[in-house]
């Protein structure tokens, strides 16, 4: 490929003769004769080198030297000068001339300047793009180790979850055991207790104040029987019946008892449930628990108001559940515990709920998230899988 080269010089015979020179040698040679001119002809063809003659009326070649150096970095000069001083040179050099020939000058040694000065232009433009090269393989690479870093990040947090609903369903099974002991051992004496207190109920009707310390007696009886019952259902399943089941049925159904809490609370209800919506098989009671214990701690975060979501959505693999409020969120060091058996921040809570919510998503082979920021409020997500 034919180098391009520009000269720009106010003499006629000058640019003629250099031309002619320069040519024969194989380059491609453009002229002009004056620096106002070179800077749209430079923007055009982008020569590699330029001859520009120091001495010229209008815009003088130090002038010009500075704008074609600003302006086309890539394009190198070569300036002619008749002045041969020492001041001149290092005037020229410092504006940012690649060399300069004093006239007169010989054709020999012009092209031995110009190819010496085309071979410094090949090598520095090589060694800006590797300086370029390098760079941009320095922000790959950092881009590959934060995208490593990243997906490192995630993987360990998918294995503590993993490993975390291991120790969940772990514990789950062995309260299992436990619970199904205790719970036959402890129903017969409550059962005798009631029986007893019943017995005394009846006989103290003359005495309404006695009678109302044995009410209290059943009343707390049957207050613990259904404890027993929640800590039977977090690691038990109940009788369940799999049917065909549209899960927004069932979360219209698991709202209505809501309805006027909410009301009474002035919490909002958001919802988005599309219409046509894929169905599952499933246990509706079971699904059921798990919207009532979400849409309950979600009121109970609500007491002076805000906004429930509900919403719903699917591709061709999940149905994803999403349940949101607007409460006071929950603190970091409690989210990883909330799913366990006994863990609440509720006065009068068992800590049951969220473990009933678990075992009911694995059952089906889902998963669940959770998403809480304290002051923010708190979003559960549930996926299960359509087949």
């Known amino acids: 490929m034919?180098?391009?080269?520009?000269?720009?010089?106010?003499?006629?015979?000058?640019?003629?003769?250099?031309?002619?020179?320069?040519?024969?040698?194989?380059?491609?040679?453009?002229?002009?004769?004056?620096?106002?001119?070179?800077?749209?002809?430079?923007?055009?063809?982008?020569?590699?080198?330029?001859?520009?003659?120091?001495?010229?009326?209008?815009?003088?070649?130090?002038?010009?030297?500075?704008e074609m150096r600003a302006r086309f970095p890539e394009t190198y000069v070569i300036m002619f000068t008749g002045k041969g001083s020492e001041e001149v040179a290092v005037e020229l050099m410092k504006a940012g001339a690649a060399d300069y020939i004093l006239k007169p000058f010989s054709n020999a040694k012009l092209v031995e300047r110009i190819e010496n000065v085309l071979h410094i232009r090949s090598i520095e433009l090589r060694n800006k793009e590797l300086?370029?090269?390098?760079?941009?393989?320095?922000?790959?690479?950092?881009?590959?180790?934060?995208?490593?870093?990243?997906?490192?990040?995630?993987?360990?947090?998918?294995?503590?979850?993993?490993?975390?609903?291991?120790?969940?369903?772990?514990?789950?099974?062995?309260?299992?055991?436990?619970?199904?002991?205790?719970?036959?051992?402890?129903?017969?004496?409550?059962?005798?207790?009631?029986?007893?207190?019943?017995?005394?109920?009846?006989?103290?009707?003359?005495?309404?104040?006695?009678?109302?310390?044995?009410?209290?007696?059943?009343?707390?009886?049957?207050?613990?029987?259904?404890?027993?019952?929640?800590?039977?259902?977090?690691?038990?399943?109940?009788?369940?019946?799999?049917?065909?089941?549209?899960i927004d049925d069932i979360i219209e159904k698991s709202l209505q008892p809501f309805l006027e809490q909410m009301r009474v609370q002035g919490v909002v209800l958001h919802k988005h449930l599309p219409q046509q919506t894929p169905s599952i098989l499933a246990d509706a009671d079971e699904l059921g628990q798990v919207f009532s214990n979400l849409f309950s701690n979600a009121l109970f975060e609500m007491?002076?108001?805000?906004?429930?979501?509900?919403?719903?959505?699917?591709?061709?693999?999940?149905?994803?559940?999403?349940?949101?409020?607007?409460?006071?969120?929950?603190?970091?060091?409690?989210?990883?515990?909330?799913f366990d058996p006994f863990f609440t921040t509720k006065e009068r809570g068992t800590g049951f709920g969220l473990s009933v919510v678990l075992r009911i998503v694995k059952t089906y082979a889902g998963r669940i998230n959770v998403v809480s920021e304290p002051g923010q409020g708190t979003t559960f997500q549930i996926w299960l899988p359509l087949v």
């Open 131 to 246: 300086v370029r090269e390098q760079g941009e393989l320095h922000a790959e690479i950092e881009r590959w180790n934060r995208e490593l870093e990243e997906r490192v990040e995630h993987k360990t947090t998918e294995l503590e979850r993993a490993h975390h609903e291991i120790l969940l369903t772990e514990k789950l099974a062995a309260l299992g055991h436990l619970s199904a002991g205790m719970a036959h051992e402890i129903r017969n004496p409550l059962n005798s207790i009631s029986l007893f207190a019943q017995v005394m109920s009846a006989g103290l009707e003359k005495e309404p104040e006695m009678r109302s310390y044995s009410d209290k007696i059943i009343n707390e009886v049957e207050r613990i029987d259904a404890i027993l019952v929640k800590l039977l259902s977090t690691s038990k399943r109940s009788p369940f019946q799999l049917r065909t089941v549209h």
């Open 303 to 338: 007491k002076q108001g805000g906004t429930l979501s509900v919403s719903l959505e699917h591709d061709d693999k999940d149905v994803l559940m999403t349940v949101g409020d607007t409460g006071g969120g929950i603190p970091e060091e409690h989210l990883h515990n909330i």
């Open 2 to 66: 034919r180098e391009k080269l520009l000269i720009v010089d106010d003499e006629r015979m000058i640019l003629e003769l250099t031309s002619m020179v320069l040519s024969s040698k194989g380059f491609d040679v453009s002229v002009v004769d004056n620096a106002s001119e070179s800077y749209g002809l430079i923007e055009r063809e982008q020569p590699a080198l330029v001859l520009l003659d120091y001495m010229m009326p209008k815009v003088n070649g130090l002038d010009a030297l500075i």
